[in-house]
Nanobody
Framework: QVQLVESGGGLVQPGGSLRLSCAAS????????MGWYRQAPGKQRELVAA???????NYADSVKGRFTISRDNAKNTVSLQMNNLKPEDTAVYYC????????????WGQGTQVTVSS
């Protein structure tokens, strides 16, 4: 059974930092594109950052220069370092694992709350 388990969320003041981690129980973890998404109340889920099996990264414009995604294929983990957090970053953050080769697969974690408030 595939599991993605997020950790590291919490309450932080504006300008602060948090590091999210996701541990994946996936065979062939290294071939998955790993991503972080977020969903704020009343809004659609959106992509925050993703990293391919080859290490290519892409970010939402709203987080460029503040967030960094990284992966450790030896430990089956993906992390999101979030700096200079803003109130608009408040959301539930979800870890995602996606595979575009057969068998095509898409897995989600349960989410972790990030609240940015003074």
């Amino acid at each position: 059974q595939v599991q993605l388990v997020e950790s590291g969320g919490g309450l932080v003041q504006p300008g602060g930092s948090l590091r999210l981690s996701c541990a994946a129980s996936l065979s062939a973890f290294s071939i998955y594109t790993m991503g972080w998404y977020r969903q704020a109340p009343g809004k659609q889920r959106e992509l925050v950052a993703a990293i391919t099996h080859g290490g290519n990264r892409n970010y939402a414009d709203s987080v460029k220069g503040r967030f960094t995604i990284s992966r450790d294929n030896a430990k089956n983990t993906v992390s999101l370092q979030m700096n200079n957090l803003k109130p608009e970053d408040t959301a539930v953050y979800y870890c995602n694992a996606a595979r575009s080769t057969r068998p095509v697969s898409d897995y989600w974690g349960q989410g972790t709350q990030v609240t940015v408030s003074s």
